[in-house]
């Protein structure tokens, strides 16, 4: 599948002020990409430097008064389908180390708090299959809401809210996981299903020895996702992070298939 992307953003900035950017999709064995462009106006400073995990890459910028970005990509996506129900869950005591800190409660998921929401309505399931209701259960019971969430909303928060957009529908999934010993991060991505096209999170889970993409809100699926970067929960993976103050003015995100 190609997937193509279009994003142009517009803010002011109280400058100079530093920016990290996390909007490029990223190289890796499932997605190539054919075509790229990214032109940032007139910034004091750029700088690639890897993101989280080395799945793909984050931007320094220095900018004065202005941000003006405008990125292209043309993305191949060769991501098999695999059914997650007849995947086991890696014993704890098995997990690579590089998987672990996955199992541990972050910013925006505190694990601690749903190990008895688990045991008590998927107690009777494992591995895939656990996922796989979980997901169900998120998708059935939450209502996707813009502007229900904010910076500080935790997954407990969107849990007994029962509505938010991606990134709570993600970190809800996460925390269910993790709760049931399953390591589980955030990933953003972008994906031709989401409605209106914007960026998008989704959860990652650690299965029969390898990551899988699952999401919860039910709009994306696996094969047609094209991956930015990866994290605990969304504070590791938003698309712009200032370190300063910034206004929006415009912004647009197209994602289409071919």
């Not at 279009?6 to 990290?20: F, T």
């Not at 500080?152 to 809800?172: M, N, P, Q, W």
């Not at 709009?219 to 605990?232: F, K, Q």
Request: with cysteine.
């Amino acid at each position: 599948m190609i997937v193509n992307i279009k994003i142009d953003l517009d803010y002011d900035v109280d400058g100079p002020a530093s920016l990290l950017l996390h909007v490029e999709a990223a190289a890796d064995a499932h997605q190539k990409l054919l075509e790229t462009s990214m032109d940032v106006a007139e910034p004091t400073w750029f700088e690639r430097v890897p993101a989280e995990e080395g799945i793909g890459e984050r931007i320094w910028l220095e900018v004065e008064n202005r941000l003006v970005c405008n990125y292209s990509a043309k993305v191949e996506i060769d991501r098999p389908s695999i059914d997650l129900s007849k995947l086991d869950q890696v014993p704890v005591h098995r997990l690579p180390g590089e998987v672990v800190k996955y199992l541990m409660g972050s910013r925006y998921v505190p694990t601690e708090k749903f190990q008895g929401v688990v045991a008590g309505d998927f107690g009777d399931l494992t591995g895939g299959a656990r996922v796989l209701a979980m997901r169900d259960w998120i998708e059935e019971h939450f209502t996707y809401v813009p502007g229900a969430s904010d910076e500080s909303t935790t997954a407990v928060d969107t849990f007994l809210e029962r509505k938010g957009i991606c990134r709570d529908y993600a970190h809800a999934m996460i925390a269910l996981a993790r709760a049931s010993q399953i390591p589980a991060r955030i990933a953003s991505v972008y994906a031709p299903e989401v409605d209106p096209p914007d960026f998008h999170a989704v959860a990652e889970v650690w299965l029969g020895g390898a990551w899988h993409l699952v999401d919860p809100t039910g709009m994306a699926t696996p094969e047609s996702i094209a991956r930015v970067g990866v994290g605990r929960d969304a504070a590791d993976v938003s698309f712009m992070t200032v370190f300063g103050a910034a206004r929006l003015n415009t912004q647009t995100v197209s994602v289409t298939r071919e």
